[in-house]
């Protein structure tokens, strides 16, 4: 087999949607060399998958993207409701969600926010980042086959343009290859879940007079409720162009040749409640809404993320957040074991954390559905109804009873009824304002988080510091540390007086080690008599060293 193989790489990435780059992305600011390969020619050209929450914004942060994000997602800057409304016209009509972040809230958790960015304008920012950082990225290129054994994945790519075929090997293989997953499917790995849930077809069409019909009115999604003509519209730039969501109905025999102009045409006008706007169908997608998680999140050397790991329900957006920080989650672990700093052990909490995470999210969007009246879905009684936690607390309130943590309290729901941020070991690091001293550049916590496991202590902290030193040097790994406080030995300030140790649930005696992604993998409430001893033993069990 050796002879025959016409590339190496560590990481071959199957599919470069939203996933995919984002794996991408992450993979090359870890200096973790990969190919990807994609069998459709571009990024995305239909405005979908728009919603990103708090955390997946925090990722592209740390990442040196948020900004350009932002900025492709300037035309939707002022959209933030969720509106519901038999029509357009008259005064009907009641704000599911008037703001998705009232009063600033999120500012108290994180240093990022909400951001509405269609999958058409956020690949290609994923897409030019992820070549600046030396990825190799091969569109119209498609994976037809793949080997595993103990030492790598082989497979072989097609060039879909020229039929061109080669053999590439690699040491670890991702699958983001879609809900379809012909990866998941060569692997045998079943799936759990509800299923199928409702199916929509996407229009998308320009319209200059629905601007006035629509008004003052600046909502992400509307819920146009009629029973003649129901659906879910979403502008683009709020101007001209325009997505409408209608139900469909395959399970009846209805097709997709069903949807002519004229009939999508005719619907719109109907749901919006105005007759004679003009209206110019520019595509057509189907889509289909379902709860399926996948039963094991790999096998070997072949790990799966985004759609291929699980299907959710549209309403909330939670799909493509999830599958982002899947592959955030993934990135850093085989970034790790890839430069020998841990063990391949570590790549197993990978389905141990994620999963579960999957399972509880998909469940919350069901409900959301629901809950919203999404148009063509018609709940199991089952799945509505109940106690929910919040969007917020969904988004970034999640934690890891079991995987790459050491302390986690395994009775913790995954997510829980409230957010809560305390520095509990397996939940997302608390959010603090910091500088460094004498300079009046500010940084969040979660900036620190990125390459490396971080060692945070207060300024008192000399013993954990120099532990840190020690243990790094006998590991051959980075461990970076720093003291907060504002004594003399601090490397951190806090800003407006916070107590960095009271926000972590430990004493200023005590040290947190937190994870390349963010989440608290270790907490020692105050100080030990041997601070290199338990740090040694803490490490080496997080690194899955032997």
């Not at 989650?329 to 052990?345: F, R, Y």
């Not at 988080?449 to 013993?463: C, D, H, I, K, Q």
């Amino acid at each position: 087999m050796e002879e025959h193989i016409d590339e190496r790489v560590p990481v071959l990435i199957a599919g470069g949607s939203l996933v995919g780059l984002s794996a991408s992305l992450f993979l090359g600011r870890l200096g973790v060399e990969h190919m990807l390969v994609e069998r459709h020619a571009g990024t995305s050209r239909h405005p979908r998958g728009r919603g990103n929450n708090v955390r997946t914004m925090e990722l592209f942060r740390v990442a040196g993207t948020e900004a350009l994000i932002h900025e492709a997602a300037s035309l939707l800057a002022d959209n933030h409701g969720i509106f519901q409304t038999p029509s357009l016209t008259g005064d009907a009509g009641e704000w599911l969600l008037k703001d998705i972040d009232p009063g600033n809230g999120v500012a108290r958790f994180s240093p990022s926010g909400w951001c509405v960015c269609s999958q058409n304008d956020l690949e290609p920012v994923l897409l030019d980042c992820a070549l600046k950082l030396g990825g190799d990225l091969r569109y119209s290129t498609e994976l037809l086959s793949f080997e595993q054994d103990a030492d790598g994945v082989t497979g072989i790519i097609q060039d879909r343009e020229t039929g061109k075929r080669r053999t590439v090997r690699a040491d670890y293989l991702i699958a983001a290859d879609g809900p379809r997953s012909p990866i998941r499917g060569h692997l045998g790995i079943g799936q759990t879940g509800h299923g199928d849930l409702f199916h929509n077809v996407s229009i998308t069409f320009r319209s200059r007079a629905l601007a006035d019909v629509v008004g003052d009115r600046r909502f992400i999604v509307c819920y146009l409720t009629g029973e003649d003509a129901d659906g879910a519209l979403l502008p683009v730039d709020n101007t001209e162009n325009w997505v409408f969501h209608a139900p469909w109905q395959p399970d009846t025999g209805e097709t997709l040749e069903d949807f002519t102009d004229e009939r999508c045409i005719a619907h719109i006008r109907r749901a919006v409640g105005a007759g004679d706007i003009d209206v110019e169908i520019t595509g057509k997608a189907p889509w289909h809404a379902a709860e399926r998680v996948a039963e094991r999140y790999g096998e070997g050397r072949v790990f799966l993320a985004g759609d291929s790991a699980h299907e959710m329900s549209p309403t909330g957006a939670f799909g493509s957040n999830t599958g982002i920080q899947d592959a955030h989650n993934l990135a850093w672990k085989l970034a790790l074991v890839l430069n020998g700093s841990a063990g391949p052990g570590l790549l197993e909490s990978y389905g141990a954390e994620r999963r579960p995470v999957a399972q509880a999210t998909s469940e919350r969007a069901s409900v959301r559905s629901a809950e919203h009246s999404h148009p063509g879905y018609a709940p199991a009684p089952e799945m509505a109804g109940g106690r929910q936690s919040g969007m917020l607390t969904v988004a970034m309130g999640y934690c890891y009873p079991h995987g790459a943590v050491l302390g986690a309290d395994p009775a913790l729901p995954v997510v829980p009824e409230r957010m809560r941020i305390t520095g509990d070991p397996g939940t997302r690091a608390p959010h603090m304002w910091l500088h460094p001293p004498g300079t009046m550049r500010t940084l969040s916590t979660l900036d620190l988080y990125e390459r490396n496991f971080v060692l945070l202590t207060g300024s008192g902290g000399a013993s954990w510091h120099t532990a840190a030193e020690h243990v790094a040097a006998r590991l051959s790994v980075t461990l970076d540390a720093y003291r907060i406080g504002e004594g003399p030995g601090s490397d951190l300030v806090p800003e407006s007086g916070s107590d960095w140790a009271a926000l972590h649930g430990a004493t200023n005696e005590g040290a947190v080690v937190v994870r390349p992604d963010g989440f608290v993998a270790w907490r020692s409430t105050g100080g030990v008599p041997d601070p290199e001893a338990v740090l040694l033993d803490t490490m080496t069990a997080l690194l899955h060293r032997s």
